[in-house]
């Protein structure tokens, strides 16, 4: 992974102590609180229903063993609310009702969509000892909220997926750097978020954000960038569009300086729904475009001063040290495939999890293996103190010290030696790590919703946990195949309901949790399909309802399917409104309001 | 090249003579007649509404050479970006703390990526 350079160390450390000058100004009555949210923000810091809440970045999603361990402590040391807090916040969530729901917790990181790591309980007088202990490791929130470009999200198997074109993790770098603490760019009308993908099939999930990228080559094996510019989820889902179908590699920073500065000049700042590079691609269209390209010749005509000489490429790329894996040799590591099939046939479950968990690597004697954080009892995507410090022991035994954060709330260990993979499946589970349902069912993305976020309408983890409840059987999920089901408790969409197969999305009406359901979104992966926003199943449920609802819809997907058929391919097939009157059949409490 | 810091009191009436235009933040300065102007007063009706840099960086790469002034809600915490972004003076809102905002502009030795000050980003400053 990645290597931070001296530059790259000291300037994380001017950060924090840039925060903490703010923090104690703020503390002290200097900084007024208006003045200092759009500060803390581009920093990490919200402050949420109850308490803040810190997003570190993990820039596209890597990080070390060191780094993990810290987030463990932090976990351990600083997320922990006063007992008066907690108990005011458990019985405020009580008296909510409507749904059996689970404890808050507390000492805990929870993985994002954008491979972000969160704590929601950290005292923000704590939060510069916060930010000086995460600097330590090189680590930092810069730009994981505020009307800025966020941290830059990747796929999961960067620089090991074996339908890769291009790494993308140096390109991923560099515009890192570009983009961390631009200062042209830091009040922008909203927030700004990009991905790269350098694969095949798209994990970064491109289309859905404000600017994606797909490094690959062309026919002359040059290397250069398909942008899409103008995705997005909430209140108005949109798919990227392509602007440039191959934008030379060198070009990528001053090409993106012209996306930017011209959305910065015309993006809407009137309305917060608005304000999103969608709407004004979607309002402007050509004539956008056509300004990007004017103001791009205007950067290259002035001197074109961010394009990426290749000695900088080379020089990035080799901060992205392989590890010292030991090569597998051809025997061992057919030895390894026999002693494994083997295993396996012994094994239901450590076949399923071979089947399910693990995937190969571009390196023949290794693979990838997705730790699996959806499990009965723990929110999708959330590891106490605990957990944390043994993903990193994994990581350092199995992985070469490195692990992925993946945008679906899961760790993936990117180097794991093939003969080594029965071990870690027996560590794996004794640390609660190998449930078998990557990519299944119970796989499911939800975004922390009104049990701690301020803007949430609804809960999302309740239902996340009845559905995991009713779905424990391996036999059914399997039966089932890989179906993505999305949860967000609000139309911002942080668990990106719009591309679920199945998206469920919390409102609120009259002071009531409802949940209203979609269906037929895609992320853009070649299971799903193009990417697109799920059809919206009628008015809203109850909180009740939900879990019937899930189970009236794929009851239809298994009386309906032929042969082994997908779920998102037999919904296509045989139309959304068999699934619609299926879901509309569970209705029971809210059957007279619809 | 470091930002001039005014604090209201000392702004009023100190450079009459000076032939200056203010902009409203949705002028597009790519076009602007620039003859004779010395002085190009930029607003920021609130700080978080950041068109006024890209104004800055663009009147600076059109080769406007006179005095680039940020007014408005100008806030100490924003100097930095705003000289990094072609401003040379700024008329801070009354509230603010002039000798905190020159330490804050000194913060960082460098940074990563090239400005109105420092065209070239740091990877080719360095190669």
Redesign the interface.
């Known amino acids: 992974m990645y290597q931070y350079t001296a530059f790259d160390s000291e300037f994380v450390k001017a950060r924090a102590a840039q925060y903490r000058d703010q923090l104690t100004r703020n503390l002290a009555g200097k900084l007024a609180d208006d003045d200092f949210r759009p500060l803390r923000l581009q920093n990490g810091w919200y402050v949420q229903r109850y308490a803040p809440m810190l997003r570190v970045a993990v820039p596209y999603g890597e990080l070390n063993s060191a780094q993990l361990r810290v987030l463990a402590q932090i976990a351990r040391d600083y997320d922990t609310p006063s007992a008066e807090l907690i108990a005011r916040a458990q019985s405020t969530q009580d008296k909510i009702g409507g749904i059996d729901a689970p404890k808050l917790t507390t000492n805990y990181g929870h993985f994002t969509t954008r491979q972000n790591v969160q704590f929601n309980w950290i005292p923000l007088d704590k939060s510069a000892d916060v930010m000086e202990l995460l600097a330590s490791v090189n680590l930092h929130g810069i730009q994981t909220s505020g009307n800025c470009i966020r941290n830059i999200t990747s796929d999961e198997r960067a620089g090991i997926a074996v339908d890769e074109d291009v790494d993308p993790r140096p390109y991923a770098e560099v515009l890192r750097q570009w983009s961390t603490l631009h200062p042209e760019f830091a009040y922008l009308p909203r927030k700004f978020k990009i991905a790269i993908t350098g694969a095949t099939e798209d994990r970064a999930a491109i289309a859905w954000h404000d600017v994606g990228l797909r490094v690959l080559r062309n026919d002359e094996g040059e290397v250069g960038f398909q942008v899409l510019v103008g995705g997005g989820m909430g209140r108005t889902p949109i798919t990227g569009t392509v602007i440039r179908e191959f934008l030379p590699w060198n070009q990528i920073i001053n090409y993106l300086e012209a996306v930017v500065r011209v959305y910065n000049g015309w993006g809407r700042r009137d309305n917060i729904y608005k304000a999103r590079i969608k709407i004004l691609v979607k309002a402007e269209g050509q004539r956008y475009f056509d300004e990007v390209e004017a103001e791009y010749e205007r950067i290259l005509e002035s001197g074109a001063h961010h394009t990426i000489p290749q000695v900088e490429l080379d020089r990035v790329s080799a901060c992205f040290v392989m590890p010292p894996v030991d090569v597998v040799p051809d025997d061992a590591q057919e030895k390894a495939e026999q002693a494994l099939l083997a295993q396996a046939k012994a094994d239901k479950e450590f076949t399923r999890w071979l089947q399910q968990n693990v995937t190969s690597h571009q390196n023949p004697g290794l693979r990838v293996v997705t730790l699996s954080f959806k499990r009965l009892g723990q929110a999708p995507g959330d590891a106490t103190a605990d957990q944390l410090a043994t993903a990193a022991d994994l990581a350092d035994k199995f992985s070469s010290g490195e692990v992925r954060v993946n945008h679906d709330q899961n760790l993936v260990l990117p180097w794991v030696r093939i003969d080594q993979l029965a071990d870690l499946y027996q560590a794996a589970r004794a640390a609660g790590f190998a449930r078998a349902n990557v990519h299944l069912l119970t796989d499911m993305i939800a975004c922390p919703g009104g049990d701690y976020c301020a803007l949430a309408n609804a809960r999302s983890l309740p239902i996340a946990a009845a559905i995991t409840e009713r779905y424990q059987d391996l036999d059914e999920l399997f039966d089932l195949g890989e179906i993505d089901l999305h949860i967000s408790g609000c139309i911002n969409s942080c668990g990106h309901h719009h591309s679920g197969h199945i998206g469920i999305l919390g409102v609120d009406k009259d002071g009531q949790e409802w949940y209203q359901v979609t269906l037929g979104g895609s992320d853009g992966s070649f299971l799903s399909g193009p990417a697109k926003a799920g059809k919206v199943v009628g008015p809203s449920f109850a909180a009740a309802e939900v879990v019937d609802v899930v189970e009236a819809v794929l009851d239809v997907y298994r009386d309906k399917r032929e042969g082994h058929e997908t779920f998102a391919r037999t919904l296509n097939r045989v139309g959304f409104d068999v699934f619609k009157a299926a879901a509309n059949s569970a209705r029971n409490t809210t059957a007279r309001a619809a | 090249m470091s930002l001039q810091i005014i604090t209201q009191h000392n702004a009023d009436g100190a450079d009459k003579e000076i032939s200056a235009r203010a902009l409203a933040n949705?002028v597009?300065v790519?076009t602007l007649d620039l003859e004779g102007l010395e002085r190009i007063d930029l607003n920021f009706p609130k700080?978080?509404?950041?068109?006024a840099?890209?104004?800055a960086?663009?009147l600076r790469?059109r080769g406007f050479g006179g005095d680039i002034r940020a007014h408005g809600d100008v806030?100490i915490?924003?100097l930095?970006?705003?000289?990094?972004?072609g401003f040379s003076s700024a008329v801070l809102r009354d509230d603010q703390?002039a000798a905190?905002g020159e330490k804050?502009l000194t913060?960082?030795?460098?940074?990563?990526?090239?400005?109105a000050v420092t065209?070239?980003?740091?990877?080719?400053r360095v190669?």
């Open positions: 949705d597009d790519q700080f978080t509404d950041g068109r840099f890209s104004q960086f663009v790469r806030l915490d924003q930095l970006q705003m000289q990094r972004s703390d905190h804050l913060h960082y030795k460098a940074f990563y990526q090239g400005d065209a070239d980003p740091k990877f080719a190669a």
